[in-house]
């Protein structure tokens, strides 16, 4: 028969494993137009062999005004890798504006005018060392031209 602590031991391990396997991939939160918005990742990379993606991959939207800044607020473990904000065309093909490199901080704001009032998607990376690691939030910004 086993002894108590050595199920205990055993136990201990197995809720680890699976609480690592269960893990859940940090959110980041959106404030703009008067509305809060909290996005789960694309996919999300925990390290360079695990990697997380969603079963669905719709686009949260939100609109604001024209001369307003969108406000992108990530958690901890984002602003310990490093992360960079880029704000691209509807398609994805053509990128509008990029914030470089952000370190030490976990806000970014993005000005609602960089696609000249046109809808565009603004998509966060994480970074591993200087090149993004695979974690990918992103959402859309409509933008209203008359102040919200």
Partial sequence: MP???AVLVAAGL??????????PAPKITVLGGGKVVTIAPSTYCFDVAHCRHSARFDL???STAADEKVL???PKEV????WIVS??????????????PIRNS????VPSGVNSGNPFIVQ???????????????FVVQVSPTKS
């Fill in 60 to 62: 949260p939207s939100f």
């Fill in 14 to 23: 197995a809720t680890t494993v699976l609480a690592g396997c269960t893990k």
């Fill in 87 to 100: 704000a691209l065309t509807l398609n994805g093909t053509k990128q509008l504006a990029t914030s470089g």
């Fill in 3 to 5: 002894r108590p602590a």
């Fill in 106 to 109: 976990h806000t970014y704001r």
């Fill in 79 to 82: 602003v310990r890798r490093g």
């Fill in 72 to 74: 992108i607020d990530v």
């Fill in 124 to 138: 966060v990376n994480e970074l591993h060392g200087s090149a993004a690691n695979g974690s990918v939030w992103s």
